[in-house]
């Protein structure tokens, strides 16, 4: 884990629509990846997609900013977004 540094900010989105069984959290990880954005991603019961974002402020916006999207076959209904304390992730999982 890395300490938090003051540039540092944190979001979790809740994405609903269709965004199961779509390649919506795998799509996820290669976009947070190769922007150097920590957290993890997970279906959840609901058939909505959780994630949690953390890095620059510029990053995790780009990746908020992608979720309302998806991958090409997802069709994003809403994103919720929850702002959270930075808390040291290092790298991305799909859970």
Do not use: K
């Amino acid at each position: 884990m890395n300490a938090p540094g003051p540039d540092r900010v944190r979001r979790r989105v809740i994405v609903h629509g269709r965004v199961q069984g779509v390649w919506y959290r795998d799509s996820c990880r290669r976009e947070a990846e190769s922007s150097g954005v920590a957290g993890w991603v997970r279906n959840r019961p609901d058939g909505t997609v959780e994630a949690a974002f953390e890095g620059t402020r510029a990053a995790v916006d780009a990746l908020v900013a992608w979720c309302r999207t998806g991958p090409i076959r997802a069709r994003v209904v809403r994103v919720e977004e929850i702002e959270e304390r930075p808390t040291g992730d290092a790298g991305f999982g799909v859970r």
